[in-house]
T-cell receptor, first 114, second 114 residues
C-alpha cells in the first residue's frame, strides 16, 4: 500500500517562509493534498495538486510536486503565528479500488516563533 | 452551517462499556468515513460507506461496528471498550473517487477509556 512520510517538526520565525516536505511511494497517486490541523479541531483542507501539475500557487501557499522523486512540498510565505498547527500531506492512489482510500502522512508540527 | 458534525466532542468512559459516536454531513456527499487518530497524531482509516453500503473495512476489531442509516449519517458503535481504544475519532465525507472531492472532516471525538 501507499506510504506517506513527513518530518515531524519544523520551527520558523514569524515572517520567514516555511517549507514542509513529504514523500510518497505510490507513483499512481492522482491527487495530493495538504491539510492543516489546529489544536482540538479537525483537518482543514488547505490545497491540493493533481499529478499532472508540478506547481500550484494559492495566495501565501505554494505546492511543488516532483513526480520523479515522489516528493511534495508546501511553502508558506510570510509565516504568521496563526499558521502554527500540524500539517498533513495526503495521497490518493489511482488504484484505490475506485474509492477515496486516502493515505495520510505522519504530520509535521509547525511552530512559529514571534 | 456546519458541514460535518459529530457528537459528542468528548467521551470519557470505563473499560468494558459500550459507546456510540454520531456523525452527520450536510454537504450532499455520497461517501462517509471514520478515521482514528492516535496519540502521535497518526491518522488511519477505519471504515467507509458509500450510499449506505460498506466499501472500506480496514483491519479493525469487530468490537467496532459502523452503521449508516442514510447517506448523510454514519455512526460508530464500540463494544467492550479497551484502554487502547483511547484516541480521537474523526468522521469525514467526500464524493466517491474519480471526482476530485477532498475529504471534509468533523472536529473529532476525543475518547478516553479509563
Amino acid at each position: 500500500g501507499e506510504d506517506v512520510e513527513q518530518s515531524l517538526f519544523l520551527s520558523v520565525r514569524e515572517g520567514d517562509s516555511s517549507v514542509i516536505n513529504c514523500t510518497y511511494t505510490d507513483s499512481s497517486s492522482t491527487y495530493l493534498y495538504w491539510y492543516k490541523q489546529e489544536p482540538g479541531a479537525g483537518l482543514q483542507l488547505l490545497t491540493y495538486i493533481f499529478s499532472n501539475m508540478d506547481m500550484k500557487q494559492d495566495q501565501r501557499l505554494t505546492v511543488l510536486l516532483n513526480k520523479k522523486d515522489k516528493h511534495l512540498s508546501l511553502r508558506i510565505a510570510d509565516t504568521q503565528t496563526g499558521d502554527s498547527a500540524i500539517y498533513f500531506c495526503a495521497a490518493l492512489p489511482l488504484n484505490s479500488g475506485g474509492y477515496q482510500k486516502v493515505t495520510f502522512g505522519t504530520g509535521t508540527k509547525l511552530q512559529v516563533i514571534p | 452551517d456546519t458541514a460535518v458534525s459529530q457528537t459528542p466532542k468528548y467521551l470519557v468512559t470505563q473499560m468494558g462499556n459500550d459507546k456510540s459516536i454520531k456523525c452527520e454531513q450536510n454537504l450532499g456527499h455520497d461517501t462517509m468515513y471514520w478515521y482514528k487518530q492516535d496519540s502521535k497524531k497518526f491518522l488511519k482509516i477505519m471504515f467507509s460507506y458509500n450510499n449506505k453500503e460498506l466499501i472500506i473495512n480496514e483491519t479493525v476489531p469487530n468490537r467496532f461496528s459502523p452503521k449508516s442509516p442514510d447517506k448523510a449519517h454514519l455512526n460508530l458503535h464500540i463494544n467492550s471498550l479497551e484502554l487502547g481504544d483511547s484516541a480521537v475519532y474523526f468522521c469525514a465525507s467526500s464524493q466517491p473517487a474519480g471526482v476530485n472531492s477532498p475529504l471534509h472532516f468533523g472536529n473529532g471525538t476525543r475518547l478516553t477509556v479509563t
